[in-house]
């Protein structure tokens, strides 16, 4: 694996901070103040081409590699979370499982409008009682005048508010357990898909996240995405893209924690002279940096695998853990670097510990990625009884 960027990718990353700092940072604060969802920015974003920058330029994406997209939703990530979950979540969750297991026909229908942002895509697996098992879905999807019908209802469900296209999951058959679920993408504009937005979140609160009911919600056979029985092998290839994404916006938030820290703390005078020459100040500031630095590398590392058409689930779950657990770290220590200064939102640390928390939680609980690379290690499913 080559360390070193490509002239190409230097560019990609320049550009993408250039655009972090001028579009992103200034609008951040008032929208999490606001709990404002800010379409604006989102056409912005989508104008940059970062929300379907891995789709090839075929579809009407960016064709970029993933150590790219990488580079890109880390620089998003450090200006604002919730545009981060905007970006992860379109071409991630929803354009990757398309291309991966669309039609040419659904290719061609879905993801130029979910490139351009003309479209926004949510992912509907998790639900009111299946979060870590996602196996167990208890929406239901049956078959009525040659098409589907789908009720249940879902959780905590990214962009479900503004999303025109929903990639639902919902079981057939019960009997059949992980084998009987099946993808439907659903047009969110009809009656029976239901969306009611979730308020007073700690973070991300520039993002919208909804709580959807389902009540015989309709697909046609041309909305199932792979065959009946593909459900969970698509939510979890959904995921592997998507552990990747959140992983590399909290690079993001780390290098944003310690940038921050690093000028407070050549800035703040204590005793006589900047906090930033006392031993146990550098300490922090290093183990930040420490923190980063391996976050990056394991980032770049599930990026190269993907990017070669390695197998990638063991090292993204290795990247995703120790992303989002170091981004919580590296924002909990940032506040304390700043002192009292850390605690209001003058500066972004106090957002960026709100926003990051929820990332050892979604897309895969930390819990979760552990026993997947455990695993991986011996060969035995914890989550079957032995
Ligand atoms: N890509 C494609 N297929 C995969 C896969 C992947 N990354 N991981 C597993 N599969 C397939 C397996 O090959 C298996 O296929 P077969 O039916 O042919 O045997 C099938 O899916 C079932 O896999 P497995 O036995 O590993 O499923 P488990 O029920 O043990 O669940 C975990 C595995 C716990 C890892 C999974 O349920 C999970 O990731 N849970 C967390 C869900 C989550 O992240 N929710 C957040 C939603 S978004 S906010």
């Not at 404002?36 to 090839?56: M, R, T, W």
């Not at 407070?264 to 980063?292: C, H, N, W």
Request: contains cysteine; aromatic residues 6%; glycine residues 10%.
């Amino acid at each position: 694996m080559d360390l070193e960027l490509t002239d190409e990718q230097r560019l990609i990353q320049a550009t993408a901070r250039e655009f972090t700092e001028r579009e992103i940072v200034e609008r951040a604060r008032e929208n999490d103040r606001n709990e404002h969802f800010d379409l604006e920015l989102v056409g912005k974003i989508a104008a940059q081409g970062y929300l379907g920058s891995i789709v090839p330029e075929q579809y009407g994406g960016a064709g970029l590699d993933y150590l790219s997209y990488g580079l890109i939703v880390e620089e998003v990530g450090r200006g604002c979370s919730s545009m981060r979950t905007v970006v992860s979540v379109n071409t991630s969750l929803v354009c990757s499982a398309i291309l991966r297991w669309g039609t040419e026909e659904q290719k061609h229908r879905y993801l130029p409008k979910l490139c351009r942002g003309e479209w926004l895509g949510c992912f509907g697996l998790t639900e009111p009682d299946t979060g870590s098992d996602a196996a167990n879905q208890r929406t239901r999807a049956r078959r009525s005048n040659g098409g589907w019908l789908i009720n249940g209802a879902k959780m905590w469900i990214s962009l479900g508010n503004h999303a025109k296209v929903a990639l639902l999951f919902a079981q057939t058959d019960p009997e059949k357990k992980h084998r009987g679920l099946a993808a439907f993408l659903v047009d969110t504009d009809q009656p029976g898909f239901q969306p009611q937005l979730i308020h007073h979140k700690l973070g991300l609160r520039g993002s919208d996240t909804a709580a959807i009911s389902l009540d015989d919600v309709e697909v046609g056979e041309d909305g199932l995405l792979g065959e009946v029985g593909d459900g969970f092998k698509i939510a979890m290839s959904s995921l592997d893209s998507g552990r990747y994404s959140v992983a590399a916006g909290c690079v993001g938030i780390c290098q944003g924690s310690l940038d921050a820290s690093v000028k407070y703390a050549k800035e703040r005078v204590q005793f006589g002279r900047p906090i930033a020459s006392f031993q146990l100040v550098q300490e922090m500031l290093a183990d930040m940096a420490l923190q980063t630095d391996a976050a990056r590398m394991l980032v770049w590392r599930a990026g190269y695998l993907k990017d070669t058409g390695q197998p990638s689930t063991t090292e993204t779950s290795v990247a995703k853990l120790y992303a989002t657990e170091a981004a919580i770290q590296c924002a909990n220590t940032a506040i304390q670097v700043h002192g009292g200064s850390g605690y209001v939102d003058d500066y972004p640390v106090e957002r960026y510990l709100r926003d990051v928390r929820v990332t050892s939680l979604y897309e895969g609980t930390s819990q979760i990625q552990k026993l997947i690379i455990g695993r991986a290690l011996t060969g035995i499913n914890a989550l079957v009884p032995q």
